[in-house]
């Protein structure tokens, strides 16, 4: 990371401006919650979005194909551009979270992403009251789509980071996560793994239960493939690079309990810490499955597909802006995680292309254990919003450090 080019800069106190919008992002946040949408087409959400960046100096962009917010914050001075993101799309869960804002249309914000989207507003009203004093751009990325089928990389495919005419030096964005409020976890390299989907299915030829040497069972070798790629996550995977695969489908046979069906299928959701892994299993989950099959005189039939990549944080780029909000926040503000975590993010598309850095904000209500609350995708999970001025000011103060310091 450069020194900075103007040591001499005055940082803004945007925890205090941050304090002050406080009521106005709870309300907007409550809003979104009580209208959760799902996947890229979040009409409502997007509308709801402009209308609360109505006023403020930005250029507002629509996404072409699917329902994105594009907004650009272009400084005072001359200067390189920063990105900051929030997702918006909640999960198809019904809500049982006991909250007075709750949603009523079996949808649910149980990931949060109601408070990312808010706290990028409140990042953008930050930012914007110091816009003589920014040298550069800030992008602001509202993204859809995070839960599925992925928003991320349709905005890229639209030109986000082309959006002020040159790419961006870094990307920062947030996450909440049961944790004590306030603080930020963060971890350099991988900090949340890739997932990809496996579906397998072995071809055989149907028959009577009572006879099954007149058929070609596909059950046996569908079951033998299931144990062997358990036994090859822990024998051709480092331990130290490892893969996760996890056997959520088995089906077979829809007809009456003595009919061999012609056709059995597995579907497996795997993780993977780095993309080296995740393409090395596909290679290995089709030799495992075709050999087996054809041992049996079936075929298989192999359909793995990346739905998110590792989400890989830059070294330089995460120490930079740990040390920022310390430095913003208070020394007990961050913490360091020693593991990445299983889950997966498609943040990750953007961390592929820029520099930068995800960390997940504690966001637990006061008093309540994080370790016992209810967790992210929960029907009954909550998330305190009194969070959202820290959420912004940390979002704010990276993209204004980091502009003084490029």
């Not at 709801?48 to 403020?56: K, R």
């Not at 409140?122 to 993204?143: C, I, N, R, T, Y």
Request: glycine share 10%; proline share 7%.
């Amino acid at each position: 990371m450069a020194e900075s080019r103007n040591p001499q800069h005055k940082s803004p106190n945007f925890l205090s401006e941050a304090d002050a919008i406080a009521n106005e992002l709870s309300h907007l946040r409550r809003t979104l919650h009580q209208n959760p949408e799902l996947g890229n087409h979040l009409p409502q959400t997007q509308a709801t979005v402009i209308e609360a960046l109505n006023g403020l100096p930005l250029e507002v962009h629509r996404g072409k194909n699917v329902s994105s917010v594009v907004a650009v914050l272009e400084g005072g001075k001359p200067g390189p551009t920063v990105l900051l993101r929030g997702d918006m799309d909640a999960l198809p869960v019904r809500e049982n979270s006991g909250e007075e804002f709750s949603s009523t249309n079996g949808n649910m914000h149980a990931c949060g992403h109601d408070l990312h989207t808010s706290g990028l507003v409140g990042a953008a009203k930050l930012l914007s009251a110091h816009q003589d004093e920014l040298p550069g751009k800030v992008v602001f990325m509202f993204q859809p789509g995070e839960e599925g089928p992925g928003g991320a990389k349709p905005m890229l495919d639209e030109g986000l980071l082309e959006v002020t005419g040159e790419r961006p030096v870094a990307a920062y964005g947030f996450h909440v996560a049961p944790g004590e409020p306030g603080t930020f976890a963060y971890r350099s390299g991988t900090v949340m793994a890739g997932a990809y989907n496996l579906s397998i299915t072995v071809h055989g030829k149907g028959g009577h239960g009572s006879a099954p040497q007149s058929s070609l069972d596909p059950v046996p070798p569908l079951t033998e493939i299931a144990s062997a790629l358990q036994n090859a996550v822990t024998r051709q995977f480092s331990v130290f690079d490892p893969v996760v695969a996890t056997i959520t489908q088995l089906e077979a046979g829809t007809a009456a309990v003595n009919v061999i069906g012609d056709d059995a299928r597995l579907g497996a959701t795997v993780r993977a810490m780095s993309r080296e892994s995740g393409d090395k299993f596909g290679v290995v989950v089709h030799r495992l499955a075709e050999n087996i099959a054809a041992a049996h005189g079936c075929t298989a039939e192999v359909e793995f597909s990346t739905l998110y990549p590792p989400t890989v944080c830059n070294q330089a780029e995460t120490e930079w802006a740990a040390e920022a909000l310390r430095n913003a926040l208070g020394e007990d503000s961050t913490r360091e995680i020693p593991e990445p975590r299983m889950g997966s993010e498609d943040f990750s598309f953007v961390l592929e292309e820029i520099p930068g850095t995800f960390m997940f904000v504690g966001a637990s209500y006061p008093g309540v254990d994080p370790m016992t609350q209810p967790m992210n995708h929960s029907a009954e999970v909550r998330f305190d919003d009194a969070v959202l001025p820290t959420q912004s000011a940390a979002l704010a103060t990276l993209a204004f450090e980091r502009l003084n310091a490029a």
